[in-house]
């Protein structure tokens, strides 16, 4: 039987591996407009989502994948 544990970490091997292009996102969202409210700042951008959550903000292109 698989703990919580175990199947929280498995989810977070499975984001890494998401941001580093081994495996596919769901979605990739460009050309946003982030809104920063520590820095007060907003900067355009993009978010990288995979399995319901933000995995990264402004993610490599170069290297991520997404599902068709």
Do not use: C, H, W
């Amino acid at each position: 039987m698989t703990s919580p544990e175990d199947k929280q970490l498995e989810k977070i091997k499975n984001q890494f591996k998401v941001i580093r292009g081994r495996k596919e996102a769901d979605l990739l969202i460009n050309n946003l407009r982030i809104l920063d409210i520590l820095g007060e700042t907003v900067y355009e951008g993009s978010i990288l989502i995979n399995d319901g959550e933000i995995v990264a903000i402004n993610p490599d292109k170069a290297i991520v994948k997404v599902k068709d």
